[in-house]
């Protein structure tokens, strides 16, 4: 094993190389984005559905070609399908503030709403809370999904605790997926809330690395036979399918709860780029080849994936952190020893390797135990990736290292 002064001889050799290798954020790379540039000149002059003129406003919540095309990837009919604009992070968002200022939560406002925010997690649904007040409940994710024991305890206890996050298959950032009785759990669960809301974001949904890939039961499904159905609002987007910014956002829930955000939809918006909709199924034509394309998606990912576990397995082992090799979705999650992250991260930051920020994947940007790291592969080529996890596998060397001091 080498000693500090080796670690850090070899850490001043990387600096002086001048690197600039970006793994912030889960981007997807040029080599992923060039599977649909074909889109880019959809639908030119022919702009009839069958239906409507997609230059103009109706319908509201989605030409009837786009949720007969995507309604698979959330495991619903085309019928109770909702689609938004580009961002399932806004129809998110609107959500929340729509129970907030009109619906369930209308009478709370005056006091304390909470969610149970599982951790590690998603930083853009941390920042929801916290721009909007919300409190936030941390609970740990495991190997099969959150500690529901605890959650259970929680939402029977406290009638403050008005939501929770999720995001059920290949997890941001630990990759797991919840079992078959995690998802019956939360759909039977009591709540001492009447108007307790899961927020699903099925975001990673068709975002498959092999051909085994995880299985997730219908959460929708079960909260109805649960006798729940308004308890889940569901939520994707093709925005890692297609382009970023240029993808088409989805959502499904209950008939009752539906018609509450279509009739608030049609105040706010006169609907989405219903252009975009008919490109994608210009595009793509039936979900068997949207499939196709994600396994084509796939062949890109899961080498660039391979190679940040490869080389933590070989340079790292089990002496400086534990991590999971993901089935899909676009991060792999790393825990080292407790206080190592925010310096790991900054030592990478000074050779060239920018990271997310440490605690980026916990509630407040405070991860207690400071050993959680979000690493994104699907940005860099393989070879710019090889390189940014060698800086970072000594990063993680030297960092124990200073820490012990």
């Excluded at 949720?67 to 998110?92: A, C, D, F, H, Y």
Aim: proline fraction near 5%; hydrophobic fraction near 35%; include cysteine.
């Amino acid at each position: 094993m080498q000693n500090k002064s080796q670690l850090r001889q070899q850490y001043e050799q990387i600096k002086a190389e001048g690197l600039n290798l970006d793994m912030s954020r889960g981007k997807p790379g040029a080599d992923v984005l060039d599977f649909s540039n074909a889109m880019l000149t959809i639908p030119g002059s022919d702009y009839m559905s069958d239906s409507f003129d997609c230059r103009n406003y109706i319908p509201l919540d989605g030409i009837p070609e786009v949720k007969k095309l995507l309604s698979p990837i959330l495991g619903v009919t085309p019928e109770r399908l909702i689609i938004g604009g580009n961002s399932s992070l806004q129809m998110m968002y609107d959500t929340i503030v729509r129970e907030m200022l009109c619906g369930v939560w209308k009478e709370d406002r005056g006091e304390k709403i909470k969610f149970i925010c599982l951790v590690p997690g998603y930083d853009r649904h941390f920042a929801i809370c916290e721009r909007l007040s919300i409190g936030m409940e941390m609970v740990a994710l495991g190997k099969d999904g959150p500690d529901m024991d605890l959650i259970e305890r929680l939402v029977a206890d406290d009638d403050s605790i008005k939501g929770i996050w999720c995001v059920p298959m290949y997890s941001n950032p630990t990759g797991i997926t919840y079992s078959d009785e995690v998802v019956r759990r939360f759909a039977r669960m009591k709540t001492k809330s009447a108007n307790f809301r899961i927020l699903w974001d099925n975001a990673y949904a068709i975002h498959h690395l092999n051909d085994t890939p995880d299985s997730l039961l219908n959460i929708l499904d079960e909260c109805e036979s649960a006798g729940n159905p308004d308890r889940v609002y569901m939520f994707a987007s093709t925005s890692k399918v297609t382009f970023p910014g240029g993808g088409v956002a989805m959502m499904a829930t209950s008939d009752k709860n539906a018609d509450f955000v279509r009739a608030h939809m049609g105040v706010q918006t006169i609907g989405g780029d219903k252009l975009n909709q008919l490109r994608h199924v210009r595009f793509f034509g039936d979900f068997n080849r949207i499939v196709e394309h994600m396994k084509r998606l796939s062949g890109v990912l899961k080498p660039k994936f391979d190679t940040v576990t490869e080389i933590l397995e070989r340079e790292l082992g089990s002496d400086f952190g534990v991590w999971h090799k993901p089935n899909g979705g676009y991060f792999i999650s790393f825990d080292g020893n407790p206080g190592t992250a925010k310096e790991t991260v900054r030592l990478c930051r000074e050779a060239g390797v920018i990271l997310t920020n440490a605690g980026a994947t916990f509630p407040y940007n405070n991860d207690p135990d400071d050993k959680n790291i979000r690493i994104a592969p699907s940005f860099p080529p393989v070879e710019e990736l090889k390189r940014a996890m060698e800086v970072f596998c000594v990063s993680v060397k030297l960092a124990n290292e200073i820490v012990r001091q």
